[in-house]
């Protein structure tokens, strides 16, 4: 038999998942801070929770997916947060996108009243998370894993347990790294295929199934050239994992030219009021620049 699952944090992402633990046929209870959020969820069979502490008290498994480490050290930490209600036992695996170092310090205090922990955060955008087709990189004990396992394949395809507490964290901030670089790639080989008079959609069907192909490239290209900017995850978010990412590069010596580039052009958009956009929308970025858009209903120069 299942055990109760809880989940806190019904945005972009969150929303996708829950649907998919509830098509599964798991037992779930929600939350989220604006509560008409839960209202779908409720209507299709759900449990609504008055706050994570509650989410706890009713769960064996409690999931959490919010935007930032603040956010879950509230959820989680809080004075109405999970710990307060979860017992010995209970686990919680967070599936947002944090600092390993907060990672670990969160999971001391969890494991110190006997609930284990999971950090297993997640990748392929909005559309992964509705179609249960995430990437999910995992850092914990074996054993909880195993426990989590179900929930899991409800939820993504490429499920790696990658390393203890925090590896979790430190995997996915290199998959953020991937991201950007290569949706910067992506963005001046389109801008470079625009300026030269060529086809975008012949070029974009030439390139994305070789070697030079890439999920960014095969899913957001599209975006770009039909000006669409709806957000699989938005500039807002990536900077966040950015600031992460050039954070424990500093602390480890290493450098990250090129994701420091995109962190300052990603700036750049921000202060033209673009951070809810998808992080497509970095190519904006090289578009003033160069004067061009790489749009296929954009013939001249702007």
Same mark, same amino acid.
């Given at each position: 038999m299942s055990e109760k699952v809880g989940f806190v944090g019904l945005g972009i992402m969150g929303r996708g998942m829950v649907d998919n633990l509830m098509k599964a046929g798991f037992d779930v209870t929600v939350w989220n801070r604006t509560a008409s959020r839960m209202t779908q969820f409720v209507d299709n069979g759900a449990t609504a929770a008055e706050s994570p502490k509650q989410v706890g008290e009713l769960c064996d498994i409690i999931i959490t997916c919010v935007s930032d480490t603040p956010d879950v050290e509230a959820v989680i930490l809080g004075d109405?947060?999970?710990?307060?209600?979860?017992?010995?036992?209970?686990?919680?695996?967070?599936?947002?996108?944090? #600092? *390993?170092? #907060?990672?670990?310090?969160?999971?001391?205090?969890? #494991?110190?009243?006997?609930?284990?922990?999971?950090?297993? *955060?997640?990748?392929?955008?909005?559309?992964?998370?509705?179609?249960?087709?995430?990437?999910?990189?995992?850092?914990?004990?074996?054993?909880? &894993?195993?426990?989590?396992? *179900?929930?899991?394949?409800?939820?993504?395809?490429?499920?790696?347990?990658?390393?203890?507490?925090?590896?979790?964290?430190? &995997?996915?901030?290199?998959?953020?790294?991937?991201?950007?670089?290569?949706?910067?790639?992506?963005?001046?080989?389109?801008?470079?295929?625009?300026?030269?008079? &060529?086809?975008?959609?012949?070029?974009?069907?030439a390139v994305t199934g070789g070697a030079a192909g890439s999920w960014m490239l095969a899913n957001r290209g599209p975006q770009v050239i039909n000006d669409d900017w709806r957000p699989g995850f938005t500039i807002d978010l990536q900077q966040k994992d950015l600031r992460l990412v050039i954070g424990a590069a500093d602390k480890m010596g290493i450098p990250v030219v090129a994701t420091s580039l995109v962190f300052n052009m990603y700036r750049t958009l921000q202060a033209q009021g673009l951070g809810s956009e998808g992080n497509h929308g970095l190519i904006k970025a090289l578009e003033a620049m160069a004067g061009i858009q790489a749009r296929l209903e954009n013939e001249e120069e702007s």
């Open positions: 109405d947060g999970i710990i307060h209600g979860a017992e010995a036992g209970n686990l919680v695996i967070d599936m947002s996108t944090i #600092n *390993p170092v #907060n990672t670990l310090d969160i999971a001391k205090q969890l #494991n110190e009243k006997g609930i284990a922990m999971l950090d297993a *955060p997640i990748s392929g955008g909005s559309e992964g998370a509705a179609n249960g087709t995430l990437s999910i990189m995992i850092g914990g004990a074996e054993a909880d &894993v195993e426990r989590a396992q *179900p929930y899991f394949d409800a939820m993504g395809s490429t499920i790696t347990h990658v390393g203890e507490q925090g590896a979790g964290q430190t &995997v996915k901030l290199s998959n953020q790294i991937l991201c950007v670089v290569n949706m910067l790639a992506a963005s001046e080989a389109l801008l470079f295929a625009k300026a030269g008079g &060529v086809d975008l959609e012949k070029m974009l069907q």
